[in-house]
């Protein structure tokens, strides 16, 4: 006990840290020393437990503030005030141990203690996060296709078992199978006896002698495995699709977890999406818009004819009802909005020019009623 390290300088955060700040710092010294990754690495084995034991404390505002006034004797009543230092002492009792867990020896708990899992019950593989990349089209339309993924997965040597090919998990020599050991501690109030989980086999009863040679005894190996998925009709960009079973394998039993497909959808130099609708502009020629024509509009579905009536101005928008994107998991489909621009011809022949001139010579008010209504409001402004 003398060398243990203070929990805070264990997760490498100040005493004034945030909630936030310690789950971050937790998440990311478990990945690093995680087992799984280094394995058969005793030191960082025993690394990750020392994180796991800090943060198991300082994320629980009731343990977390015990360990802030007594220190490891708030909140471990087998540590002794001698071996801790100054922190390790309660009210002049010394190495007696946490009030909390004296009062729950005699009344049951309700001093903040928590009850622990069952590290023999069957716990659910975790869940893993992928990208894929489609394009717009794929995104309409949906398509079936193939993702690669890294995850954990039962040991084909043992099995799960964890033990080489051939042997067996033994009954543990210190709890004998039970998964906790009893513990005296002298109190104020005499000698309380209590139980704890077995160190020696963190409570599951068994202890492997001869580990297997490919899992290293964890019963699980990083394994690379393709998926089919299936990306349904009207997803978009930034939408995570779900595929249930895709993650890790779990625990003593356990199902797997899920693979979380984060989509992100390549732009298209044609359409724009909004929703389920479709926008796409068009341009058309200045005869087009002032005498009206038919014109083809490009559509996710292919190309489709619309006649653009007499007199349309640059801008306007015309709506093809049911003719964007099918709705997730629905029939219904949004529409497509068509933008139409009128282009204004450059680079005339003199002919040309001479034409639109005499052209416009031919007009008058009447053709022109925006203009029109323009300059009768200016003259009325100035009057």
């Known amino acids: 006990m003398a060398d243990k390290r203070d929990y805070y300088e264990v997760l490498g955060v100040s005493r004034s840290a945030s909630e936030e700040e310690i789950k971050k710092a937790f998440h990311k010294l478990a990945r690093k020393y995680h087992p799984d990754m280094h394995p058969g690495d005793t030191e960082c084995e025993a690394k990750f437990k020392e994180i796991n034991e800090a943060y198991e404390v300082l994320s629980d505002k009731d343990k977390k503030a015990k360990y802030d006034r007594f220190g490891f004797a708030g909140v471990d009543p087998s540590y002794s005030a001698g071996a801790g230092g100054a922190d390790g002492g309660f009210g002049g009792f010394g190495g007696f141990g946490d009030v909390g867990d004296i009062f729950e020896s005699f009344f049951g708990g309700g001093f903040g203690t928590s009850s622990r899992q069952n590290p023999n019950s069957p716990r659910r593989g975790q869940d893993l996060r992928a990208n894929l990349t489609i394009d717009f089209m794929e995104a309409c339309k949906g398509k079936k296709t ?8 039962i040991c084909p040597e043992c099995h799960g078992s964890g033990a080489k090919p051939g042997t067996s998990p033994t009954t543990c020599p210190d709890c004998h199978g039970t998964g906790t050991v009893k513990v005296s501690q002298r109190t104020p109030f005499g000698m309380i006896n209590s139980t704890r989980v077995c160190s020696r086999c963190g409570g599951k009863g068994k202890t492997i002698n001869d580990p297997c040679t490919r899992c290293m005894g964890q019963g699980r190996v990083k394994a690379q495995y393709t998926k089919e998925i299936e990306i349904p009709a009207g997803i978009d960009n930034g939408q995570t699709l779900r595929v249930a079973g895709g993650g890790d394998c779990g625990i003593n039993g356990g199902g797997y977890g899920d693979l979380n497909i984060n989509i992100t959808v390549r732009p298209d130099p044609i359409f724009a999406r909004e929703g389920f609708d479709i926008s796409t502009e068009v341009p058309i020629t200045y005869a087009q818009a002032t005498l009206g024509d038919e014109i083809v509009v490009p559509t996710i579905d292919g190309n489709v004819k619309y006649t653009v009536p007499e007199g349309t101005q640059t801008g306007t928008v015309f709506r093809l009802k049911g003719k964007g994107i099918k709705k997730l998991y629905r029939q219904e489909r949004g529409d497509h909005y068509v ?3 009128v282009e204004i011809p450059r680079n005339l ?14 007009l008058d008010d009447k053709n022109y009623q925006k203009r029109k209504g323009f300059f009768d409001r200016l003259k009325e402004s100035f009057s």
């Open 339 to 341: 933008k139409v621009n």
């Open 146 to 153: 193939e993702v690669k993924i890294s995850r954990l997965d």
């Open 349 to 362: 022949s003199k002919k040309q020019a001479d034409l639109l001139r005499e052209f416009e010579k031919s």
